[in-house]
């Protein structure tokens, strides 16, 4: 039997940007850190929204059943007031969900 390859991607993965780009948008930190040099001009406050508004969207698309930790999650983002638009995200999200699990209850 032959085993199947891994995909591999050429590049790395950008955690504030969610994107995969090439080896030469990294400098030297960059590729330890996952941060690419675009990313890496930001300030630390866009940077923290940035990789907030990435853990709310992996929630999102986790699928229609939501852990308590992730609902808890999404609660407590909805409720910070220092970052707004991920305050507005997560209020959009928990919204969604519970309108779902309203129609799935009917």
């Not at 690419?36 to 929204?49: G, M, R, T």
């Not at 220092?82 to 779902?100: C, F, I, T």
């Amino acid at each position: 039997m032959s085993k199947k390859k891994k995909k591999r991607y050429r590049g790395h993965y950008c955690k504030i940007c969610g994107e995969i780009k090439s080896n030469e948008k990294f400098n030297g930190k960059g590729h330890k850190n996952h941060i690419c040099k675009s990313c890496a001009k930001l300030s630390q406050l866009d940077k923290n929204e940035l990789v907030h508004l990435r853990k709310i969207e992996n929630i999102e698309l986790s699928g229609f059943v939501l852990s308590k930790a992730n609902i808890e999650k999404l609660k407590s983002y909805s409720k910070n007031s220092k970052y707004p638009k991920v305050q507005k995200y997560a209020k959009q999200v928990l919204n969604y969900y519970n309108e779902r699990i309203e129609e799935h209850k009917e």
